[in-house]
Structure formats: C-alpha cells, structure tokens
C-alpha cells in the first residue's frame, strides 16, 4: 500500500487485496463481505484507484523478480536447443533468441528517447 493509504478505511484495504487475488469484481466483494456495487463505487475513488495500482505494481514487479531468477536457466535450455538434432527445434530456438533480442534493443532504444524527453521537459 502507499503512504495514502492511511486514508483508506480498513475495508477499503481489504478491498485492494482482494481485487488483486480475485478473479472478478463480485468474488472479491463478497470475499470481503461488501456489495459489489460498493467495490464500483471505490474504483471511481481516485484515492482507490492510486493504492490499487500501486498494489498491482507491487504483485508485477514480484513477478518480474521471479523471471529474473530464472533467466539463466532459460538461457541454458535455449542453448541446448540450439544443438538439438531436429533443425525445426533449433530454428524455433534460433528465431525466438534473435526475437528477443530485437525487442529489447528496441525497448533501449524507447528507453534512451524517453531519458532525452526527460531532459528536455525538466530543462536540464
């Protein structure tokens, strides 16, 4: 939760974490003993909606720890495939690797115009 989230009351916070481990809106208001239409009216509540995202960010950013622990692994599966004995299996291995890469060279190169972006609007 953030630091607003002092403002919420306790069945609001209970709200948040039930919205990020339930499969709907209604589940996780009657997991929580509200109405579903009490949990729609906290979504138009920007306080809300800032402390769910920032719970949703919290669960995304675990997850992406939990990938980062096995690229490794990942890496070490495609490189046996790319030996692998049936050429279908090492060009799928093959095109995915250079995939990705193109990917995340784009991604950097997202990243650079972003920072550049960023230096303009803050004048620095």
Same mark, same amino acid.
Do not use: C
């Given at each position: 939760?953030?630091? $607003?989230?002092?403002?919420?009351?306790?069945?609001?916070?209970?709200? *948040?974490? =039930?919205? !990020? #481990?339930?499969?709907?809106?209604?589940? =996780?208001?009657? #997991?929580?003993? !509200?109405?579903?239409?009490?949990?729609?009216?906290?979504?138009?509540?920007?306080?809300? *909606?800032?402390?769910?995202?920032?719970?949703?960010?919290?669960? *995304?950013? =675990?997850? !992406?720890?939990?990938?980062?622990?096995?690229?490794?692994?990942?890496?070490?599966?495609?490189?046996?495939?790319? $030996?692998?004995?049936?050429?279908?299996?090492?060009?799928?291995? =093959?095109?995915?690797?250079?995939?990705?890469?193109?990917?995340?060279?784009?991604?950097?190169?997202?990243?650079?115009?972003? $920072?550049?972006?960023?230096?303009?609007?803050?004048?620095?």
């Amino acid at each position: 939760m953030s630091k $607003d989230d002092k403002n919420l009351n306790p069945n609001q916070k209970q709200a *948040i974490a =039930a919205l !990020v #481990s339930q499969k709907n809106i209604k589940t =996780a208001a009657l #997991s929580i003993g !509200v109405s579903p239409r009490t949990l729609q009216r906290w979504l138009t509540d920007p306080l809300f *909606i800032d402390n769910l995202k920032q719970a949703e960010n919290k669960l *995304i950013d =675990a997850g !992406v720890h939990q990938l980062l622990l096995l690229q490794n692994k990942a890496i070490r599966t495609l490189e046996q495939l790319l $030996d692998s004995k049936s050429d279908w299996v090492r060009r799928q291995a =093959a095109i995915g690797i250079l995939t990705h890469l193109v990917r995340l060279r784009e991604l950097y190169k997202i990243e650079e115009q972003l $920072d550049e972006l960023e230096e303009i609007i803050n004048g620095s």
